[in-house]
């Protein structure tokens, strides 16, 4: 059970969107539509922002959306705001009542 | 609003047993999934495993031979339990309500760092 590879940072302006990306294998990110994002700012706990995918719960800025095809998953910010910088996680059901998470990405707004 | 909080030791000996516990507030722990996760330092999240309200769990391989989730209903806390700590232990440990329907972490503690040291 390897982690999710995620970039390990990526970068924009405000008012850009950027997507962050989310790879596994067939075992995990392929097979299951359960796929969830955490936003996590420094000495926080994570945060849920999106889940099966592409559901954002309750109170959750419609600028984030999820995706899926294949083995990666991907979190879309739009409408990128300096409050966004955060680290972000993504995490996979991975079979056997397992979970696997993924490595982390650093989102900077420059 | 359901509330979770970790308690237990911020440093515990190599080779020793770190032992944690989460106290769920604000809903019963009852009929729900309930979670460890934890963060090395400046490193990302690792699933340690879960645990049902009936005291059914399911373990993160890499750690199944040196971890166990325990309940109990009547206090609404769960617990951790980690044998044969080394420094590769060391983190920020969290508890989590886990909804396994979904596969999501929707309430979560705030954490707490354990540190394995002599």
């Known amino acids: 059970q390897s982690a999710l590879t995620q970039p390990a940072s990526v970068s924009g302006s405000p008012g850009q969107s950027i997507t962050i990306s989310c790879t596994g294998t067939s075992s995990d990110v392929g097979r299951y539509n359960l796929v969830s994002w955490y936003q996590q700012y420094p000495g926080k706990a994570p945060k849920l922002m999106i889940y099966e995918v592409n559901k954002r719960p309750s109170g959750v800025s419609n600028r984030f959306s999820g995706s899926k095809s294949g083995n990666t998953a991907s979190l879309t910010i739009s409408g990128l705001q300096a409050e966004d910088e955060a680290d972000y996680y993504c995490c996979s059901y991975a079979g056997s009542s397992t979970l696997v998470f993924g490595g982390g990405t650093k989102l900077t707004v420059l | 609003q359901v509330q979770l909080q970790e308690s237990g030791p911020g440093l515990v000996k190599p080779s020793e047993t770190l032992s944690l516990t989460c106290t769920v507030s604000g809903g019963s722990i009852s009929g729900y999934y309930w979670s460890w996760i934890r963060q090395p330092p400046g490193k990302g999240l690792e699933w340690i495993g879960h645990?049902?309200?009936?005291?059914?769990?399911n373990y993160n391989p890499s750690l199944k031979s040196r971890v166990t989730i325990s309940v109990d209903t009547s206090k609404n806390q769960f617990s951790l339990k980690l044998n044969f700590v080394t420094s590769a232990d060391t983190a920020v440990y969290y508890c989590?309500?886990?909804?396994?329907?979904?596969?999501?972490?929707?309430?979560w503690g705030q954490g707490t760092l354990v540190t394995v040291s002599s």
């Open positions: 989590a309500k886990y909804g396994m329907v979904n596969n999501y972490f929707d309430y």
């Open positions: 645990i049902y309200s009936t005291g059914s769990t």
